[in-house]
């Protein structure tokens, strides 16, 4: 268990956002595992090439369709880790409050999606405006 921390540690340092987003669900479920939780997605750990499978495919789109499916599957890991974070803890102080970790992780990757709706409308007007203008180039900043 010790090697795959470390290994993961190594890996989350040279990956970038969305990667790094694969890698928090993947070990936290794994130390979850390690303390006694039982993983409850039926194909579960099928599911770590698929991760990244799904984020190479993501990025072969088109601008707009690109961000749409980064943010999907950004929300989607991002709840799934705050689930495992929360699992995790409830193991960790005796397991009172593990049923209520399935909402933490949902309302967390809902809030996620939530904050990428500008981004994501920015990429959808950025590929309306390209069909006009194949020479645009767009770049989305975060407003501050």
């Not at 070990?27 to 599911?47: K, M, R, Y």
């Not at 698929?50 to 789109?61: E, I, P, Q």
């Not at 933490?104 to 981004?119: C, D, I, P, R």
């Amino acid at each position: 268990m010790k090697t795959f921390v470390l290994a993961l540690f190594l890996l989350f340092g040279v990956a970038q956002a969305q990667e790094r987003e694969a890698l928090t669900d993947i070990g936290s479920t794994a130390i979850g595992i390690a303390l006694g939780a039982a993983e409850a997605n039926p194909i579960g750990i099928a599911t770590i090439p698929l991760k990244f499978w799904l984020l190479d495919r993501a990025n072969t789109l088109t601008d707009g369709e690109k961000q749409q499916a980064q943010s999907t599957l950004s929300a989607m890991w991002h709840g799934a880790t705050v689930n495992n974070v929360c699992v995790i803890a409830s193991i960790l102080t005796g397991g009172t409050f593990a049923p209520a970790c399935l909402i933490a992780g949902l309302v967390a990757g809902v809030n996620k999606w939530q904050s990428t709706a500008m981004e994501r409308e920015f990429w959808s007007i950025c590929a309306y405006e390209k069909q006009r203008n194949p020479a645009l180039q767009c770049a989305y900043t975060t407003p501050i």
